[in-house]
């Protein structure tokens, strides 16, 4: 009797022993960094609507740390092995819900720019492209991860998704950062901004087209 509560006791060891190392593989520090840039949001969006230089300064920096977690992350993952599906699986919610909460905050405030103050609608077009490529990039992976390995790896990231990402959140970045900015040189850098999100709201459709060819490809077989 003694030995069956001694091996009931060692069981029940086992079972503590191993939940923290089930919660360690939750949490890990790429997982806590992209958790870290989902937090973020709130603060982004209540800063955005700050006047002054102030509210411009605390907002471009919220979304520069952001920009460069969600490199970090995915550079931590894979040279310390971090690597996780629930990271896998949020790493890009994350930055979805952080591009999507950027262009709608920059719709719903025009430029205070002379030069594009008067076209609002100049940044409307190139937002609405990308989130709704997001979106549907977002529903066409998730049916893909059911369809079997072949058809996830037709719809895996690519280069041009990359390119795609890189000139996005350039362009947001100077967005934000002349937001706010009426003289000449600003007015430039932001007309740049809206020219790089132009280039990743085509680089948007380029990157969808190649991934639906090539997962047709794959369909076909």
């Not at 520090?29 to 992209?34: C, F, G, K, W």
């Not at 605390?58 to 996780?84: H, N, P, Q």
């Not at 030069?115 to 077009?125: D, E, T």
């Not at 280039?199 to 077989?221: H, N, Q, T």
Request: proline content about 4%.
């Amino acid at each position: 009797m003694g030995y069956v509560l001694r091996g009931g006791d060692l069981k029940n060891d086992h079972r503590a022993s191993s939940m923290p190392s089930s919660h360690s593989k939750l949490l890990t520090l790429p997982t806590i960094l992209t958790l870290a840039r989902v937090a973020s949001i709130p603060f982004l969006v209540a800063t955005f609507y700050m006047d002054g230089w102030q509210g411009t300064a605390v907002t471009t920096c919220i979304f520069t740390a952001a920009a460069i977690t969600d490199w970090l992350d995915g550079y931590i993952a894979r040279k310390m092995k971090l690597k996780s599906s629930f990271g896998a699986f949020l790493d890009p919610v994350a930055d979805k819900l952080m591009v999507a909460a950027t262009l709608i905050l920059l719709c719903t405030r025009p430029l205070k720019v002379a030069a594009l103050a008067q076209a609002p609608w100049l940044l409307i077009i190139p937002s609405i492209t990308i989130i709704g490529r997001e979106i549907t990039m977002s529903a066409l992976r998730e049916w893909a991860a059911s369809q079997g390995s072949k058809v996830l790896e037709a719809v895996a990231v690519n280069n041009l998704g990359k390119w795609k990402t890189a000139t996005q959140m350039t362009a947001l970045t100077i967005l934000l950062a002349t937001r706010d900015c009426s003289h000449g040189g600003p007015a430039i850098l932001a007309g740049s901004g809206v020219f790089l999100l132009y280039i990743a709201a085509g680089l948007a459709i380029w990157s969808f087209v190649v991934y639906m060819r090539k997962m047709w490809k794959v369909l076909l077989r």
